[in-house]
C-alpha cells in the first residue's frame, strides 16, 4: 500500500524547520528563559539570517528543547510582528537554496500564489510551545525532534444521553430490498495537464510542462522518457478527458442501476507543488469537478466532503475559535452555493453548511441520514490543528456531528458519515488526539445509528475495522463497523482508474454488496506496458516499451464484487450485510491466505501493471494492523502488540 500523502506536504517540514533554525538561532543571542519582545522587523530578519549558523554547534540542549524553545520564541516574534515570520523563511529559503521559487512558497499573505508563512504565523500566536501543542509541532513537522506525545484522556461521556433502553425495539428490520448508490473519490483534475510532456520525471508534478527527467538531462539525453498520455499516465493526476470518461461511465452504467444518490469523499485538486498552485486554480479545478458531476449525473444528488487538497492554501483550513477563519470561509460559501444550484442540498442545508465549514446532514428520500464532516480537521498537514491540541474539539465539528447522531438516535434513524481522510490505517495521515474523539463517538452510536462511515484519500481500495471500547479487542464478537475507503480516479500512482456502487438495504441501510469498476488505462497507450525493455543512454539507464496500437477509447469495465472475492467459500449468508463481522473474517482470509492477499493488492491497485508482491511477513503484519485499527492510537498499540518497528506499506 503506497502512502500517497506523505506525513506532510513537500514543503510543510522545510516550512516549520526553516522557522525552528531561524528562531533557535535568534535564541543564542540571549539564554533560553521566558520570550521576550523584539522590536524592528529588519533586526529580526538580520539576526536571525547571522546567527543561523550558531544553531547547529550548540550542545547545550537536546532537539525536541531547542525545537520548544524556538517555538516560544517564534510565537513572540509572531505576536510583536506576524509580518516578520514570512521575510524570515524566504531569506532563510534564498540562502540555503531549499525551493527554486521562495518568494510564491513564503509570502505571507498573497492569495494568487501558495503562500503559507502567514498561516504558520497564524498558528505561532496560538499555541502552547512548550505544552502539548509543541510537542505535536515538534514530532510531526519538525523531523521528531520530540518523542511522540502521548494521546490526551477524553472523557466525552457528557457530549451525550444513555443509550434509549427501547432502540434496537424501534429499528426498522430488514425486508430484503435493495438501492444503489455510487461512491466516487479522488479524481485530482490537472489543469496544466499536457500530452507528450514527461510523464517519467524527477520533479513533481509529471505531465506538466516545463518539467523533466533530471537524471535523463545530466546523461545529455534530452528526449521525453516517457510521454504523457491522453486519458491520463501512471504517476499523473488526470487530464480533463479522464474526469469526463469516469462521469460518463457512471451515468452509463448507472442507466441500469438506478443510482438513487451519490457520495463524493473528496479531492477534486491536483497534487501540483506549491509554486504552481493558486487559489484561481483551486476554485476553477472546484467548479470544473461539480460541473462535470452535474453535467454527466444529472438529476442525481451528489454529497460531497472536502479534501485535503480542496483548500487553499494546501490543507489550510481554521477554527472558528482561532480568529482566522475568515481566510477560508470563502471555500464553504463556494461550495455550498453549487450544491445548492445543482440541486444536491436545499437552501436550509446551503445555510449550515457555510456556518459549519463546508460539513452538513441531508437526509435522503428514504430517511437515510447523511453526514459530511471535514476531515481536515484532523489532517496532520493542517497547520491549525496543532494549537489547543488538549481540547477534543477546537472546531466544534465533532460536537456537531455527535449533536446530529442524537437527534437520529431519538427518531430511530440510521447514519452514514462521509468524509476524505481516514481515521486509522496509516499512522501518517490522521493525529492521533482527533482520531480518538473520533472512536469515542463511533464506539457510542455504531452500529445502532452509524450504519457505516466512507472515506478516500489513500487512492486505493481499501477498509478499516472499529472494534467495541478502545479499539484493541481485535475478537470477532467486538467487531463495531467499518470504515469504506473508496479508490480514485486518478491514476497517481500506479492504479488503474476506479469508481464503485453498493448495494444497500433499504430498511437497515446496511451495506450488501460492493460492486467495483474500472479502466485499463494501458491499453490507451502508445507503448505497451507488457513487453519493459532496458536502453542505455551514456550513463542514463530507462526502461523503454514498444510500441503498440493504442484503445481509441477507455472501456470501463466490471472488476470485482467484495461478497464474492472475500467470502469465496460462500459461507456468508447471502442475506447478511457486508458487515463489521465480515470484514473481520476477510481480514483473517487476507493475512493468512496467499490467494486472499494477491487477490486484495490486485483489486487495490486496479490491476494496474504495478501490483506488487505481499508476501513480506513485516508487511503482512503492518497489512494487519492497518486493516483492524479505525484510529491512530489503535495503530500504534496493534503495532506495538505486533513488534513493529518500522511501517511498510506497498
Given amino acids: ?83 516578520v515570520i514570512p521575510e524570515i523563511l524566504q531569506e532563510l529559503c534564498k540562502k540555503y537554496k531549499w525551493q527554486a521559487v521562495c518568494t510564491n512558497v513564503y509570502q505571507g499573505r498573497n492569495f494568487g500564489v501558495e503562500a503559507k508563512a502567514g498561516h504558520i504565523a497564524n498558528v505561532l500566536q496560538l499555541i502552547d510551545p512548550y505544552g502539548t ?54 479524481f485530482h483534475v490537472d489543469l496544466r495537464y499536457q500530452i507528450g510532456s514527461e510523464s517519467n520525471c524527477t520533479s513533481y508534478m509529471c505531465c506538466v510542462e516545463p518539467v523533466y527527467n533530471n537524471d535523463a538531462r545530466k546523461a545529455n539525453f534530452t528526449d521525453v522518457v516517457l510521454p504523457a498520455q491522453k486519458f491520463g499516465s501512471y504517476e499523473c493526476d488526470i487530464p480533463q478527458v479522464l474526469l469526463e470518461d469516469s462521469l460518463r461511465s ?43 458531476m452535474k453535467r454527466f449525473l444529472g438529476d442525481l444528488p451528489i454529497y460531497s466532503t472536502f479534501g485535503n487538497h480542496d483548500t487553499f492554501p494546501y490543507a489550510q483550513q481554521a477554527q472558528n475559535a482561532s480568529g482566522f477563519l475568515g481566510e ?109 474523539v473520533f472512536r469515542q463517538i463511533v ?94 543512454n551514456g550513463s542514463f539507464t530507462r526502461v523503454t516499451y514498444p510500441p503498440r496500437t493504442p484503445d481509441e477509447e477507455l472501456e470501463w469495465i466490471f472488476e470485482y464484487s467484495a461478497r464474492d472475492v472475500y467470502d469465496p467459500d460462500q459461507k456468508w449468508p447471502r442475506e447478511a450485510p457486508l458487515n463489521a463481522t465480515f470484514w473481520h473474517n476477510a481480514i483473517q482470509y487476507i493475512i493468512s491466505n496467499d490467494t486472499g492477499r494477491e487477490d486484495y493488492l490486485k483489486y487495490e491497485y486496479r490491476e494496474s501493471p504495478f501490483v506488487p508482491d505481499g508476501s513480506d511477513p513485516e508487511y503482512i503484519k503492518n497489512m494487519y494492523c492497518y486493516f483492524s485499527s479505525g484510529t491512530v492510537p489503535t495503530v500504534f498499540e496493534c503495532q506495538k502488540r505486533m513488534n513493529i518497528t518500522k511501517e511498510i506499506w506497498i
Avoid at 532537539?63 to 520548544?68: E, P, R, V, Y
Avoid at 428514504?366 to 489532517?379: A, C, E, H, K
Fill in 250 to 292: 457512471v451515468a452509463t452504467i448507472g442507466a441500469n442501476k438506478s443510482f438513487e444518490f451519490g457520495i463524493f469523499t473528496g479531492d477534486m485538486v491536483s497534487h501540483d507543488l506549491d509554486d504552481w498552485l493558486s487559489l484561481a486554480n483551486v476554485i476553477k479545478s472546484e467548479e470544473d469537478v461539480y460541473y462535470q
Fill in 328 to 436: 477560508f470561509v470563502w471555500n464553504a460559501q463556494l461550495s455550498a452555493s453549487l450544491w445548492k444550484d445543482y440541486g444536491w442540498i436545499d437552501e436550509a442545508t446551503q445555510a449550515e453548511a457555510v456556518h459549519t465549514y463546508g460539513a452538513f446532514g441531508v437526509t435522503t428520500k428514504r430517511g437515510l441520514r447523511v453526514i459530511s464532516m471535514d476531515s481536515n480537521f484532523w489532517y496532520n498537514a493542517n497547520y491549525y490543528n496543532y494549537w489547543n491540541t488538549t481540547s477534543p474539539d477546537t472546531s466544534g465539528m465533532m460536537k456537531w456531528m455527535v449533536d446530529q447522531l442524537i437527534e437520529a438516535e431519538k427518531n430511530a434513524q440510521k447514519v452514514w458519515i462521509i468524509a476524505h481522510v481516514p481515521t486509522g490505517g496509516s499512522t501518517t495521515n490522521a493525529l492521533p488526539h482527533a482520531t480518538e
Fill in 1 to 83: 500500500m503506497v502512502n500517497v500523502e506523505s506525513t506532510s506536504h513537500p514543503t510543510m517540514n522545510v516550512l516549520f524547520t526553516l522557522l525552528t533554525w531561524a528562531t533557535v538561532a535568534l535564541a543564542a543571542m540571549q539564554p533560553l528563559g521566558p520570550p521576550t519582545k523584539f522590536s524592528g522587523k529588519d533586526y529580526l530578519v538580520k539576526h536571525a539570517i547571522q546567527e543561523i549558523e550558531n544553531l547547529y554547534n550548540s550542545t547545550r540542549l537536546d532537539s525536541c528543547a531547542k525545537c520548544m524553545g524556538a517555538l516560544a520564541l517564534g510565537k513572540t516574534i509572531a505576536i510583536e510582528d506576524d509580518r
Fill in 133 to 186: 501543542d509543541g510537542e505535536y509541532i515538534c514530532h510531526y513537522q519538525v523531523k521528531k525532534a520530540c518523542p511522540r506525545p502521548a494521546t490526551p484522556v477524553f472523557n466525552l461521556t457528557g457530549w451525550w444521553p444513555e443509550k434509549p433502553a427501547d432502540l434496537e425495539d424501534r429499528l426498522a428490520k430488514s425486508k430484503g430490498d435493495r438501492f444503489n448508490v455510487v461512491h466516487l473519490s479522488d
Fill in 443 to 536: 464506539d457510542r452510536f455504531a452500529p445502532h445509528t452509524i450504519a457505516a462511515l466512507f472515506f478516500g484519500h489513500t487512492h486505493e481500495d481499501q477498509f478499516n475495522v472499529y472494534y467495541a471500547g478502545n479499539g484493541t479487542d481485535n475478537s470477532i464478537d467486538n467487531a463495531l463497523t467499518v470504515g469504506w475507503i473508496s479508490q480514485s480516479v486518478t491514476p497517481l500512482h500506479n492504479y488503474n482508474p476506479s469508481w464503485r456502487y453498493y448495494e444497500v438495504d433499504s430498511d437497515t441501510f446496511e451495506i450488501m454488496e460492493s460492486i467495483n469498476y474500472y479502466a485499463q488505462l494501458n491499453k490507451t497507450f502508445e507503448f505497451d506496458m507488457d513487453k519493459p525493455e532496458i536502453a542505455n
